[in-house]
C-alpha cells in the first residue's frame, strides 16, 4: 500500500466521519466511488506468489575523445501471471552522468513478454557496480505495490583518458641493473662516450681506443660509453576530499588521475619500474612493477580511486613513503593544502628525488569566484600563502610544476626536469 | 498522450462546474467562487501534489452537501476530483518519453479500471439518494465487527 492509497483511505474515513457527526447519509454516499476505486485497486493487485521476473542486464562501453559513454540495457521478462502495471527504476550512479534514455521504466507485461530499461551516461573515470534492479509491480490504478529487487548484476571500470606524451630525460640519482633509456652515470654500454680504460682480456674489439693504444706502445685502451638503465618511479596522487575542488561536473581529481596515467604511461614506456600510492578514503597501493600489466594495475587503482575526506588521512606528511624503494624519482601530485609542506623535507631525508606537480586551485576555481572585493582580496592572500609553500618547497631542490589544468602537463613536465638537470650539473 | 492531456484538464473542470451548478442550485451563491477557487488550484497548481487539490474539492463537495446543496451536482463532483488526481498521478508516472505502443497498452488498461471502479460506484451512490434505510445500531456494530475479523480472510480469498 502506498501514499496514494493512504490518501484514499484518509478520504473515505474523513467523509464517513462527517456524515456521523452532522447526521447525513449523502455524505457517506460520496465515500462510496472512493471506496470502489480503492476496491479495484485492491481486486486488481497482482499477488507476490504470481510474480515471477527475471532480469539480466548488459553494459557496453564506448570511449569517446575525453570521456566514455555507457550504455545499460535491462532486459526484464515475465515468467509468471500477467502484470498490469510494472515499473522498473535505479539510481544514476555517482559520477555519471545520462546522456539519452530513461532511468525508469513503465510497462505492462503479459505471460512471456519482455521490456527493456535503456539508458546511456557519460563519465571520466570510475568503477560503476549494479547489483539489481527496483522492480515495483501493482494494480493499474498503481495503490497496491508489491516491490522486489531482481538480481541484475554487472560492473564496468572506466579508466581515465590515457594521453600519450614523449619520452622524457629523467636523470635519477640511482638506476637499477637492467638496460633502459636513463643514464646510469657509470661506464658500460650505451652511445654516450663516458671515458677510457686499460683494456680487459674480453672487451670487444670494436672498442679498443686505437689512437690512444698508439700512442702507448705495449698497452691496449678500451672506449667506455655511458650505461642506461632504468629508474624506479613513485607516483603519490593526492585524493583527500579537502583538496579536491568541484566545479559544476568537473573535479580537479580527475585531472590529477588524468595526469597520473599519462606520467605512468610514460614512464612504464621507457622501461622504468613505476609504482603508485592514491592517498586518499580507501589508501591504494600499486607495489612497484614494469609493463603493461603494471599499467593496466595503475590506470584501474585510479579507475577506483575517488577524492573523499577522512580525518585520520588528512595530513598528507603521513604517508607511508617507506612503499618506494630507496632513492626513487617521487613524482607528487597535488594541490597541497596548508602545512603539507612537511612532506618533502621527509622526502629529501630519505634520499628520494622528488618532482611536485601542483594544480592551481584558484584557477581552477577562477569562474566560481565572485568578483567582489572581499572575495578577491581573500584569492589573492590565499594565492601569496601558496606562492610561499610552493618556494620553501623549491627551496629543497625539487622542482615544482605550478600547473593551471587547462595547460598542457607535458611540456612543463619536460622544462621542469631539465631545469633539475642542469641544476645538478652545476 | 493527447486524450490524456485532454482528460486532464478536463476532470477539474467539470468538477468546478458541478460543484458550481450544486451551490448555485441551493442558492448559496458564496459558493460560486469557491468552486471557480478550485478549477485555479488544479489549473495552476499543476506542479503541486494532486492530494491536497484532493482533499480541498472534496471538502468543497461535503461543505455543500451540509449546507443544502444537491447531492446529484456534489457527488460527481467528487468523483471527477477523484478522476482528475487519478490522471495528475498517472501523468507524472508515464511522463512524456514513453513508447508510443506501451503507453497506449497502458492507458486503455489504466481507463478501465478507472471506469470499472467510478461510473457503477457514482450511479449506486446517486441511487442511493433515493433509499431510506434503517439499521438498528446493534446491527451495525455487528456487520463491522464481523468485516474487520474477516478481513484477512477476505484478503487471502481475493489474493488466492
Known amino acids: ?426 | 498522450m493527447a486524450t490524456r492531456k485532454l482528460l486532464k484538464l478536463a476532470c477539474p473542470i467539470a468538477c468546478a462546474i458541478c460543484l458550481a451548478a450544486g451551490y448555485a442550485s441551493a442558492g448559496q451563491w458564496l459558493g460560486v467562487p469557491l468552486a471557480a477557487l478550485v478549477w485555479a488550484a488544479w489549473y495552476f497548481g499543476a506542479k503541486w501534489p494532486p492530494t491536497p487539490l484532493l482533499i480541498g474539492s472534496v471538502t468543497v463537495a461535503a461543505v455543500g452537501l451540509v449546507a443544502g446543496a444537491s447531492a446529484l451536482w456534489m457527488l460527481p463532483g467528487a468523483t471527477l476530483a477523484l478522476a482528475g488526481w487519478d490522471l495528475a498521478h498517472w501523468d507524472s508516472f508515464l511522463g512524456d518519453d514513453m513508447p508510443a505502443e506501451v503507453e497506449s497498452r497502458l492507458e486503455r488498461k489504466h481507463y478501465a479500471s478507472v471506469a470499472l471502479a467510478l461510473v457503477p460506484a457514482l450511479l449506486v451512490a446517486a441511487a442511493g439518494q433515493f433509499l431510506r434505510l434503517q439499521i438498528p445500531f446493534g446491527v451495525l456494530v455487528a456487520v463491522a465487527l464481523a468485516a474487520l475479523l474477516g478481513l484477512d480472510r477476505i484478503w487471502g480469498w481475493v489474493k488466492g
Not at chain 1, 495503490?143 to 541484475?152: N, V, Y
Not at chain 1, 633502459?180 to 677510457?196: D, E, H, K, L
Not at chain 1, 670494436?206 to 660509453?225: I, M, N, S, V, Y
Request: positive net charge; aromatic residues 8%; contains cysteine.
Open chain 1, 1 to 426: 500500500m502506498n501514499s496514494r492509497a493512504l490518501a484514499l483511505i484518509l478520504v473515505i474515513f474523513g467523509l464517513l466521519l462527517a456524515a456521523l457527526l452532522v447526521h447525513q447519509g449523502a455524505l457517506a454516499w460520496m465515500a462510496l466511488p472512493f471506496l470502489a476505486y480503492l476496491g479495484v485497486g485492491v481486486v486488481q493487485a497482482p499477488a507476490r506468489s504470481n510474480i515471477r521476473l527475471r532480469a539480466a542486464r548488459s553494459v557496453e562501453l564506448r570511449r569517446g575523445q575525453g570521456d566514455t559513454s555507457v550504455d545499460v540495457v535491462v532486459t526484464v521478462e515475465n515468467q509468471g501471471a500477467a502484470i498490469d502495471h510494472l515499473s522498473l527504476s535505479e539510481p544514476l550512479q555517482t559520477g555519471a552522468r545520462l546522456l539519452t534514455g530513461r532511468l525508469h521504466q513503465a510497462a505492462a507485461l503479459l505471460p512471456g513478454e519482455e521490456t527493456k530499461l535503456n539508458y546511456t551516461f557519460q563519465t571520466v573515470r570510475g568503477t560503476f557496480t549494479w547489483k539489481e534492479i527496483r522492480a515495483v509491480a501493482s494494480d493499474s490504478l498503481g495503490l497496491i505495490e508489491t516491490e522486489m529487487k531482481l538480481p541484475a548484476e554487472a560492473r564496468v571500470e572506466v579508466t581515465p583518458e590515457l594521453r600519450r606524451y614523449r619520452p622524457f630525460p629523467l636523470q635519477a640519482q640511482r638506476t637499477l641493473p637492467s638496460t633502459g633509456s636513463i643514464p646510469a652515470r657509470r661506464g658500460g654500454s650505451g652511445t654516450n662516450f663516458w671515458g677510457v680504460r686499460e683494456y680487459h682480456p674480453g672487451d670487444p674489439l670494436r672498442r679498443l681506443d686505437w689512437r690512444l693504444t698508439a700512442r702507448h706502445p705495449r698497452q691496449f685502451f678500451t672506449k667506455e660509453f655511458e650505461q642506461e638503465a632504468i629508474a624506479d618511479v613513485g607516483l603519490i596522487v593526492d585524493a583527500r576530499g579537502k583538496t579536491n575542488l568541484r566545479r559544476g561536473e568537473d573535479c580537479l581529481f580527475d585531472h590529477l588521475a588524468r595526469a597520473t596515467a599519462a606520467l605512468s604511461e610514460v614512464f612504464l614506456r621507457q622501461g622504468n619500474r613505476v609504482s603508485m600510492l592514491v592517498w586518499g578514503e580507501p589508501l591504494i597501493t600499486v607495489f612497484p612493477g614494469y609493463g603493461k600489466v603494471q599499467l593496466n594495475r595503475i590506470l584501474r587503482a585510479l579507475a577506483n580511486s575517488s577524492p573523499a575526506s577522512d580525518g585520520s588521512l588528512d595530513d598528507l606528511h603521513f604517508v607511508p613513503v617507506q612503499m618506494f624503494p630507496s632513492h626513487s624519482l617521487i613524482v607528487v601530485l597535488s594541490p597541497l593544502a596548508s602545512n603539507d609542506g612537511q612532506l618533502f623535507p621527509r622526502l629529501r631525508a630519505y634520499g628520494y628525488q622528488v618532482l611536485l606537480i601542483c594544480p592551481d586551485p584558484f584557477d581552477f576555481a577562477q569562474i566560481a569566484l565572485s568578483g567582489d572585493q572581499p572575495t578577491q582580496l581573500a584569492t589573492r592572500l590565499a594565492r601569496l600563502e601558496r606562492q610561499v609553500e610552493l618556494a620553501k618547497v623549491a627551496r629543497l631542490w625539487i622542482p615544482v610544476i605550478d600547473w593551471r589544468v587547462s595547460q598542457p602537463l607535458s611540456p612543463l613536465v619536460r622544462q621542469a626536469l631539465g631545469r633539475a638537470h642542469r641544476q645538478l650539473k652545476r
